[in-house]
């Protein structure tokens, strides 16, 4: 589960496009500043094309790798920094960043403990109650390396040494910590390092400069466990060089935090053969412990989301502006279709990035075409909400809400239909 990190795109304003709207509406008009409804998929490719090197499949070993510290030791800020096993262009590129690296600030308030739960090792318990969107963690990395480097297989040795190489080089206080994570692996694994980055990595994506992903291994984070409901998701934020845990559900005192290690569209029966073979554990989270009826229908919920998600995308309007035309429909028919995709998330506990955002883009859309401020601001804060806690911003959901009637989907709905001849008596 990865994300690249978002431009903010909305925070600019544009100059207002006219409305349709009746004459006297016209008449008052002046240039004013549209606030944007925001509408863009939270998947977003890097902002930096990655440079291809020819390199032979498992052959990574042998290529150059170096071992970096970043952001850079500055000896006036001491911060946490990361070990890196990375290509000398990617750190070229990294350290060309405009603005690299922006200060790691620590969250303001401690919100977990790590502490032993029954029958999953160790995890991450909330120790206050947590809101959406609030950060729970953010941490640099111990290390972080190029995806695949322990098991090159042509040069065994060499791979063993090449991943040695970032944790010899942590403080004795963060090595000790590395080599506490589990090792699921046990002694499948080549070596015990290898087993630990194959148990507690965490996809960071490509690194600027090289296409080929990379995986950090955390102090914190990667202690976290697995659930089919997670109330938590990560993110990594380049420019601060930080892995980020944010919670996409309100959490409870004494709630364990948990994350996904697996897709979650697939069915049940999936998701636990990959759990099993990749982490070796059987998942008996609330939606797998569900009776086999009950766990078909979880299914059948997850598949319609998903056959949902593939004809409605986020920034096509097309469906909106029909029924702003449509003097037929009932006002409620897009807000209503919508919620009820939304209380099949909620059943699942599953919000996924690639499908809330437009549910809730155009319920909010909706209710500002008809004018209707106060639902509209409501929906705006939780998607707002949930922005923050898959990117990190509000990507223009708080000036929504802060702002409905300055949007361009303000009343709609209701001046096309106040703008609609009477009809003969
Ligand atoms: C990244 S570690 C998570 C932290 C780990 N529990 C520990 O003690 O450090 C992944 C391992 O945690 C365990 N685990 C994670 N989620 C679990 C779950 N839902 N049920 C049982 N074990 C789980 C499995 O052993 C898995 O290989």
């Given at each position: 589960m990865r994300r690249g990190f978002l431009k903010n795109e909305y925070a600019k304003t544009v100059t207002a496009k006219p409305p349709t709207a009746p004459p006297q509406t016209k008449a008052k008009?002046?240039?004013?500043?549209?606030?944007?409804?925001?509408?863009?998929?939270?998947?977003?490719?890097?902002?930096?094309?990655?440079?291809?090197?020819?390199?032979?499949?498992?052959?990574?070993?042998?290529?150059?790798?170096?071992?970096?510290?970043?952001?850079?030791?500055?000896?006036?800020?001491?911060?946490?920094?990361?070990?890196?096993?990375?290509?000398?262009?990617?750190?070229?590129?990294?350290?060309a960043l405009p603005g690299f690296p922006v200060r790691f600030v620590p969250p303001p308030r401690v919100l977990y403990e790590i502490k032993p739960i029954p029958g999953a090792g160790m995890g991450m318990v909330a120790t206050q109650d947590i809101e959406v969107g609030d950060l729970i963690v953010r941490e640099r990395p111990l290390i972080i390396m190029v995806q695949g480097i322990p098991y090159d297989k042509r040069h065994p040795e060499y791979a063993r040494?090449?991943?040695?190489?970032?944790?010899?080089?942590?403080?004795?206080?963060?090595?000790?910590?590395?080599?506490?994570?589990?090792?699921?692996?046990?002694?499948?694994?080549?070596f015990p390092a290898a087993g630990i980055i194959d148990t507690n990595a965490?996809?960071?994506?490509?690194?600027?400069?090289?296409?080929?992903?990379?995986?950090?291994?955390?102090?914190?984070?990667?202690?976290?466990?697995?659930?089919?409901?997670?109330?938590?998701?990560?993110?990594?934020?380049?420019?601060?060089?930080?892995?980020?845990?944010?919670?996409?559900?309100?959490?409870?005192?004494?709630?364990?935090?948990?994350?996904?290690?697996?897709?979650?569209?697939?069915?049940?029966?999936?998701?636990?053969?990959?759990?099993?073979?990749?982490?070796?554990?059987?998942?008996?989270?609330?939606?797998?412990?569900?009776p086999a009826e009950e766990s078909r229908r979880s299914d059948a919920r997850r598949r319609l989301l998903v056959i949902a998600s593939t004809k409605n995308k986020s920034g096509d309007d097309t469906e909106l502006k029909a029924w702003i035309k449509d003097m037929n429909a009932p006002d409620n028919v897009i807000i209503e279709r919508c919620k009820k995709m939304l209380d099949l998330m909620d059943q699942e506990g599953w919000y996924d990035e690639n499908y809330w955002p437009v549910y809730f883009e155009r319920i909010v859309k909706a209710y500002l075409a008809l004018g209707d401020a106060e639902n509209a601001k409501?929906?705006?804060?939780?998607?707002?909400?949930?922005?923050?806690?898959?990117?990190?911003e509000d990507k223009g959901w708080s000036r929504v809400v802060a702002h409905p009637q300055d949007t361009e989907w303000w009343n709609l709905r209701t001046m096309a239909h106040s703008a609609e001849p009477l009809s003969p008596i």
């Open positions: 008009q002046t240039k004013k500043t549209v606030v944007k409804v925001p509408s863009e998929s939270l998947h977003n490719a890097e902002d930096d094309a990655p440079i291809k090197l020819a390199m032979p499949e498992g052959d990574i070993a042998s290529l150059n790798l170096n071992l970096v510290t970043l952001p850079m030791p500055n000896f006036l800020r001491p911060e946490p920094m990361s070990i890196c096993l990375i290509w000398p262009i990617q750190k070229q590129k990294i350290l040494i090449q991943t040695e190489m970032p944790i010899t080089a942590l403080s004795e206080e963060n090595r000790s910590a590395f080599y506490a994570l589990h090792n699921c692996k046990g002694d499948k694994a080549p965490i996809g960071i994506g490509a690194l600027p400069g090289f296409e080929n992903d990379c995986a950090a291994v955390c102090k914190d984070i990667s202690r976290c466990n697995h659930s089919c409901s997670p109330n938590a998701v990560y993110h990594w934020h380049l420019q601060s060089f930080s892995e980020e845990l944010r919670a996409i559900r309100p959490i409870a005192k004494g709630e364990e935090i948990v994350i996904t290690y697996t897709p979650l569209r697939c069915p049940h029966r999936e998701r636990q053969a990959s759990l099993e073979q990749s982490y070796g554990f059987k998942c008996t989270c609330r939606i797998c412990s569900l409501t929906w705006a804060e939780k998607a707002a909400a949930l922005t923050i806690a898959f990117t990190g």
